[in-house]
T-cell receptor, first 115, second 111 residues
Framework: EPEVTQTPSHQVTQMGQEVILRCVPISNHLYFYWYRQILGQKVEFLVSFYNNEISEKSEIFDDQFSVERPDGSNFTLKIRSTKLEDSAMYFC?????????????FGAGSRLTVL | GEDVEQSLFLSVREGDSSVINCTYTDSSSTYLYWYKQEPGAGLQLLTYIFSNMDMKQDQRLTVLLNKKDKHLSLRIADTQTGDSAIYFCAESSNSGYALNFGKGTSLLVTP
């Protein structure tokens, strides 16, 4: 069964450092997403991406965050200058984007720890 | 923003039925979803229901939707130890494709 893969599974970084989280969505999917889950909190939407541009973003997705699809397979989330409160599990997802129910397939997540 | 609420923990005995409840506030929700997360894995879609339906059954899973009360439930019949996981309720509306999730309910199934 096709799956969404994410790397790294766990990253530890110092406050102020840049971090890039990588994702390989399902090959025939058109919509890509990043969500995050701070420990003990809800899964929060960050951004969606379609046709090489951001289609929707939340208030959390400020200027510190950026997304990119550098080639035909990867989808990346960059955090320019990490803060302690960026520590969370980051989930990538993709979907076909068909009308009706938007069925997202999620990756296993990348745990980011900011010290 | 719109809210999705779930109880955080549920413990049941193997063979019993589990009922996980969810409430939401967005009256424009068109689809409601249940996702399952096992340790170390991503969120896996279990089932979803369109807002004009009030029930959907899929093998051991039954979803009930009370749109008037904005209440969604997931019933797992004959719960097994392999059903132990975190279950997330989510909703989406016509306004976009983003899903709005709850905090998840941790289901523990004991022998």
């Amino acid at each position: 069964e096709p799956e969404v893969t994410q790397t790294p599974s766990h990253q530890v970084t110092q406050m102020g450092q840049e971090v890039i989280l990588r994702c390989v969505p399902i090959s025939n999917h058109l919509y890509f997403y990043w969500y995050r889950q701070i420990l003990g909190q809800k899964v929060e939407f960050l951004v969606s991406f379609y046709n090489n541009e951001i289609s929707e973003k939340s208030e959390i997705f400020d200027d510190q965050f950026s997304v990119e699809r550098p080639d035909g397979s990867n989808f990346t989330l960059k955090i320019r200058s990490t803060k302690l409160e960026d520590s969370a599990m980051y989930f990538c997802a993709s979907s076909e984007g068909q009308l009706g129910a938007n069925v997202l397939t999620f990756g296993a997540g990348s745990r980011l720890t900011v010290l | 923003g719109e809210d999705v609420e779930q109880s955080l923990f549920l413990s049941v005995r193997e063979g019993d039925s589990s009922v996980i409840n969810c409430t939401y506030t967005d009256s424009s929700s068109t689809y409601l979803y249940w996702y399952k997360q096992e340790p170390g894995a991503g969120l896996q879609l279990l089932t979803y229901i369109f807002s004009n339906m009030d029930m959907k059954q899929d093998q051991r899973l039954t979803v009930l939707l009370n749109k008037k009360d904005k209440h969604l439930s997931l019933r797992i019949a004959d719960t097994q130890t392999g059903d132990s996981a975190i279950y997330f309720c989510a909703e989406s509306s016509n306004s976009g494709y983003a899903l709005n999730f709850g905090k998840g309910t941790s289901l523990l199934v004991t022998p």
